[in-house]
């Protein structure tokens, strides 16, 4: 089989291919870079994979889509960028591979593959083509011409792809978020942002529809500035409320969707105060020549325009009655607070001191007990709730307790209700609600829990007995002894018995006697050895 291409040896400098050389690093490169991609399907993932990666912005300055006819008559898109170095031409071939394309090298007409591999240092052409068209491509596969049909600029392309819908687990509220407004809905909207003091600003906007006609479309376009979720799905579910998310410093995505090319890596292909909305569901796109100029939403609303007129000559007059509204207790629709006081019927004393019983010493040490004649009262911000008995209460403030889950009705600040109840401020106040919806016990009531869980305790009072002992008995010599000393004294009646007068100590074996026959040495160790 007849060479295509063939492999570059370490130190070659001559070659065949027209515009090749060796690098700083011995790898043939060309000028150019050429990747070879079937179809547009095809070209949509390898120039987002390029973005992603990072190295797209950088190929932007030479970058050129060829729409090329190959002998057998069919079309396939040849993407020419400046090679640059070997280390550019690496990254681009490592992405360009993952998204099944070719690469080559080269300049002019004559393109060869790209180093990979099985050649390090890259191949050569092994005989140039006679009739290499437009441009050439020389592969181990093959080897054919190419004609130019048509250039497809990059910035038209992705004016033309739509953008793709994201799942909704991706969707993430931004911190600049615009909203193209039609002009029928303006007004409300800008209205109810400005009552509501919303970081919001305003600009009217007019571009050409396109298409046949000179139509020209205008909306109003809202800025707003680290906007709440809550408003974001407000805005969001209005019919003719459009939202974009910004993808770069010149383009905006509508929410919920991506463009397929990451467009803050295509920057340099839009200018430097045109700023294009890129819309979903066909669409289109949207391009302002330049940033309209955007005014605060409280500049544009008149907040006084319906105001009542001024009254004059108003004299003010003390309060001479009362509504008389009953105080009750309805359920809370918000979150209950801690647990700080339970409130425990008469006839479960004998349960609450089982259960106080079991309660670990220290959570026992906070709760303190107020006895009444219908209730308990047991008190502790920290341990109350570890009696399940009864009524639960969380404290409002000042010492004023309502039960878990209940509020008051109306809603009277714990303070106005101490001063209008009249108390002491060394009493602590509980709704109970009813007739006499108020219950006061004084703070001196309330009792430390372990002083009540046991009564008065009997007491014998026990008197001492001097100790059994006879004073002109001497005490014994018990260092060193001799056997059996210890048995009789430790043996019933033992004490009663005199002691005798203590004998040498004599060896088990005669011939090798453990003391000396000194009596003064009697009872002491021999020495070993």
Known sequence: ??????????????????????????????????????????????????????????????????????????????????AGTSHRMDRLAAVARLCNALVFTGSGRHFVKYRDAQAPFGYDIAELLADPGDVALYHDRFSQPYRHEKVLPLRDLLLRLAPIALHRARWETPRTLYAMLRPGLGDSIVGYLARWNAAARVARVEWLRGGPTDAVDAALLLQLATPSPRVVQLLRSLPGVTLFVPDGDRCAVEFGYRHPVPLSACAGLFGSDEFVFFRAAGLGAVALPQRPPFVDVQAVTSLLAHAPAAVDGVRAMAA?????????????????????????????????????????????GRLSIAFTEAAMFVHGPDAADAVPLGTLYEELGDDVFVPLGWAL????????????????????????????????????????????????????????????????????????SPPGVLAGLLAPLGRDEPLGARAPAVGLDDANPAVTSDPGDAGRPAPRG
């Not at 009750?328 to 006839?347: D, E, F, M, Y």
């Not at 004998?350 to 959570?363: C, Q, Y």
């Not at 001063?419 to 006499?436: A, E, M, N, Y």
């Open 1 to 82: 089989m007849r060479r295509v291409i063939e492999r570059i040896a370490q130190h070659q400098s001559r070659f065949r291919a027209p515009g090749l050389a060796p690098d700083v690093r011995g790898v043939a490169i060309g000028p150019l870079g050429a990747v070879l991609v079937p179809s547009l399907e095809r070209l949509v993932p390898l120039l987002r994979a390029l973005g992603e990666e990072g190295a797209l912005d950088e190929l932007l300055d030479g970058l050129r889509i060829i729409q090329v006819l190959s002998p057998l008559r069919t079309r396939e898109l040849l993407v020419e960028v400046q």
């Open 320 to 364: 001479g009655a009362t509504f008389n509204l009953a105080l009750r207790l309805v359920p809370s629709g918000g979150a209950p607070k801690r647990v700080a006081a339970a409130v425990i019927p008469t006839s479960e004393q004998e349960t609450l001191g089982r259960i106080l019983g079991v309660l670990p010493p220290a959570m026992l």
């Open 409 to 480: 009705s109306p809603p009277i600040p714990p303070d106005v209700l101490r001063q209008l109840s009249r108390v002491p401020s060394d009493v602590r106040l509980f709704v109970t609600g009813g007739p006499r919806p108020l219950t006061a016990i004084a703070r001196s009531g309330f009792v430390p829990a372990t002083r009540v869980l046991l009564s008065d305790l009997p007491v014998i009072a026990e008197e001492t007995l001097q100790a059994p002992l006879d004073a002109e008995l001497p005490l014994p010599d018990l260092w060193p």
